[in-house]
């Protein structure tokens, strides 16, 4: 083949590849937000202690199904208990909490964008629900959205087959090297009242996979939510390989 031909297909084939990356999203480059922000009082009322609702919240105009998505677990952080119903939208929730609201009682709903990187957008939700008791109740929640995929990732998704058991045993090690670097680890009496729990909220985050607990859970309300990082390199042949960040 003569170097003229070479260079033409050579050619042709840079051609070709520019053109489909063209074509292909670029997964490195985050996905743009605009915030969605609000906060109403309950109609009518005009004391210092009004009932009120806030809701800040994310739309992702390149990925509307996003969108449905962040509502939907925001509805389910208003929850009071595992089996109470939704409402069918944040307008609506906004509407009926102010309806039957006391003095004193507010809401707050927060989503935010904690991280993106290797095609993923990692969402942190925030709730904080006060009736006027002692203190409210806090809430925390994560989702890890693949944009390849469209969907959001379950532990199933992330994990090896047959290797939830090891994922959970690598938790138990940031749970331990945590209570070590607390000193909480020489209180007998905390370790004893306070073991390590499974949580659902876990975060892959480009720093470390992230595990993050509800009030309460693994160590008092004083403590506020406990996250537990586990190091990429503990995970190896237990997270998918996809998934660790920069392989993808």
Request: charged fraction near 20%; include cysteine; aromatic fraction near 10%.
């Amino acid at each position: 083949m003569s170097l003229f031909k070479i260079a033409s297909v050579a050619a042709i084939a840079l051609t070709l590849a520019a053109c489909q990356s063209l074509f292909q999203p670029n997964y490195r480059t985050p996905l743009e937000t605009t915030r969605d922000a609000s906060e109403q009082l309950k109609p009518g009322c005009t004391t210092a202690d009004c009932p009120l609702v806030n809701i800040d919240t994310l739309r992702f105009p390149a990925e509307p199904a996003l969108d449905g998505i962040i509502e939907k677990r925001l509805l389910q952080m208003t929850r009071t208990s595992p089996d109470a119903p939704v409402a069918p939208t944040l307008a609506a929730y906004r509407d009926e909490f102010l309806r039957t609201a006391g003095p004193r009682y507010s809401s707050y709903l927060q989503a935010k964008v904690r991280e993106q990187h290797d095609g993923l957008v990692i969402i942190e939700f925030s709730s904080y629900l006060d009736t006027g008791g002692a203190h409210g109740t806090p809430g925390r929640s994560f989702i890890n959205y693949s944009r390849q995929q469209h969907k959001v990732l379950t532990l199933s998704d992330m994990l090896l087959p047959g290797q939830e058991d090891a994922f959970w045993k690598a938790a138990q090690v940031a749970h331990n090297s945590w209570l070590i670097s607390t000193k909480l680890d020489q209180e007998a009496e905390f370790v004893k009242s306070w073991p390590f729990q499974k949580t659902q909220n876990v975060a892959l985050t480009y720093g470390g996979v992230i595990l993050k607990y509800e009030t309460s859970t693994i160590a008092p309300y004083a403590l506020g939510h406990v996250e537990l990082k586990i190091p990429y390199p503990r995970l190896n042949g237990i997270l998918r390989p996809e998934l660790f960040p920069g392989r993808n």
